[in-house]
């Protein structure tokens, strides 16, 4: 069936450090793929997202594109702030968008 | 403006008993997700409402969870005997359209954490 594998966290990091969450995925078809980040206290909030092949989703600095010959999604950003500190979702929807399938999550700390 | 809301946003239940969990979405919005977010896990599907039909229930894990949104606004989850393995972060999200050809951002609410002892 279709799924999202990212990395384990926590993931620790130092301000201005570069950042990558890496991400895969298994579907049949071509579905859509998304970053989610669920920041303390707070609902997941849509990151950046890209729709096919070769699509690079990017926003507040970060990055991913979509790699279908890896089946990869991974998130970088070049210089992470403490304020990125927050668990991030990869996931995928197909065909009509109504249903995601999520990874675990990838809890990263950015200390001063 | 607001956002989608929960509430209660915790729950203690007693094995056995029932509880009701409510969303109250966005204003407007047609769709309505609700989800079940295991500790450590991601948010796993459970059943999609668009308006008041129940268009996807294929991610409910028994016939004791129940999903409802009589007038296409508020929707009510309830879970019947609550077990241990219910105990997980239960969360509602709302989108604006109904195009099923292009993305929909869902906004999630904070979600109700329930815990059954």
């Known amino acids: 069936g279709d799924s999202v594998t990212q990395m384990e966290g926590p993931v620790t990091l130092s301000e201005e450090a570069f950042l990558t969450i890496n991400c895969t995925y298994t579907?049949?078809?071509?579905?859509?793929l998304f970053w989610y980040v669920q920041y303390p206290g707070e609902g997941l909030q849509l990151l950046l997202k890209?729709?096919?092949?070769?699509d690079k989703g990017s926003n507040k600095g970060f990055e991913a594109t979509y790699r279908k010959e890896t089946t990869s999604f991974h998130l970088e950003k070049g210089s992470v702030q403490v304020s990125d500190s927050a668990v991030y979702f990869c996931?995928?929807?197909?065909?009509?968008?109504?249903?995601?399938?999520f990874g675990s999550g990838t809890k990263l700390n950015v200390k001063p | 403006g607001a956002g989608v809301s929960q509430s209660p946003r915790y729950k203690v239940a007693k094995r056995g008993q029932d509880v009701a969990l409510r969303c109250d979405p966005i204003?407007?919005?047609?769709?309505l997700f609700w989800y079940q977010q295991a500790l450590g896990q991601g948010p796993e599907f459970l059943t999609y409402?668009?308006?008041?039909?129940?268009?996807?229930k294929s991610g409910l894990p028994s016939d004791r969870f129940f999903a409802e949104r009589p007038e296409g606004s508020v929707s009510t989850l309830k879970i019947q005997r609550t077990q241990q393995e219910d105990s997980a972060v239960y969360l509602c999200?709302?989108?604006?359209?109904?195009?099923?050809?292009?993305?929909?951002?869902?906004?999630f609410g904070p979600g109700t954490r329930l815990t059954v002892l």
């Open positions: 409402f668009q308006n008041e039909a129940q268009l996807d």
């Open positions: 999200a709302s989108s604006p359209r109904v195009d099923s050809s292009s993305y929909n951002e869902q906004f």
């Open positions: 579907a049949t078809g071509y579905p859509s």
């Open positions: 204003s407007g919005h047609v769709s």
């Open positions: 890209a729709t096919k092949a070769d």
């Open positions: 996931a995928l929807s197909k065909y009509n968008f109504n249903k995601f399938y």
